[in-house]
T-cell receptor, first 112, second 110 residues
Framework: ETGVTQSPTHLIKTRGQQVTLRCSSQ?????VSWYQQALGQGPQFIFQ???????GRGNFPPRFSGLQFPNYSSELNVNALELDDSALYLC???????????FGPGTRLTVL | KNEVEQSPQNLTAQEGEFITINCSYS?????LHWLQQHPGGGIVSLFM???GKKKHGRLIATINIQEKHSSLHITASHPRDSAVYIC????????????FGTGTRLQVTL
């Protein structure tokens, strides 16, 4: 059984660019949640995907968007990057919407 | 005021000490999670609980739903326990969203 993986591990972008982060769910999991963790803060919920549909969204603007694929892997897309988007982006998968979540190692995004 | 508050923010202990980290929350919840985050970012789920008490090795988590309070205890602490411990809650009626505390940074010294 493979755990949750994320790619890339680190990424540097400049303001105004677009970025795509990827997450592979743990085997057998159909739900993926994305979180943003700024330095020194707890993670903030961005959104969740369940069976390829968005299932809940936190207080993030529309330039944060996502996708979930038939194999339940997921992407987080951020358009028009801002300096404040610099953070660790975590994804977590679970076997159902309310079940225990298993986290990936994160992607550290730096926006210059 | 944050929906999830943790105390203390920072904690230093000597190897072997008994450690308690507290979490208070202000909303009705269906579940509470304790998570461990090591330097570099990876998060490991320690417990998910909705009532009572759970134990795994040297870790014990308790929750009091009426008082909206949970504690994480570490017995016989060890330097490898050094990490940030984060409490997160799933509010009632929200199957998807976890709300996190800001974490407790634990340093266990020899």
């Amino acid at each position: 059984e493979t755990g949750v993986t994320q790619s890339p591990t680190h990424l540097i972008k400049t303001r105004g660019q677009q970025v795509t982060l990827r997450c592979s769910s743990q085997s057998g999991h159909n739900t993926v949640s994305w979180y943003q963790q700024a330095l020194g803060q707890g993670p903030q919920f961005i959104f969740q995907y369940y069976r390829e549909e968005e299932n809940g969204r936190g207080n993030f603007p529309p330039r944060f968007s996502g996708l979930q694929f038939p194999n339940y892997s997921s992407e987080l897309n951020v358009n028009a990057l801002e300096l404040d988007d610099s953070a660790l982006y975590l994804c977590a998968s679970s076997s159902a919407r309310g079940n225990e979540q298993f986290f990936g190692p994160g992607t550290r995004l730096t926006v210059l | 005021k944050n929906e999830v508050e943790q105390s203390p923010q920072n904690l230093t202990a000597q190897e072997g000490e008994f450690i308690t980290i507290n979490c208070s929350y202000s909303v009705g919840i269906s579940a509470l999670h304790w998570l461990q985050q090591h330097p570099g970012g990876g998060i490991v789920s320690l417990f998910m609980l909705s009532s009572g008490k759970k134990k795994h090795g040297r870790l014990i988590a308790t929750i009091n739903i009426q008082e909206k309070h949970s504690s994480l205890h570490i017995t016989a602490s060890h330097p490898r326990d050094s990490a940030v411990y984060i409490c997160a809650v799933r509010a009632t009626g929200t199957a998807s969203k976890l709300t996190f505390g800001t974490g407790t940074r634990l340093q266990v010294t020899l």
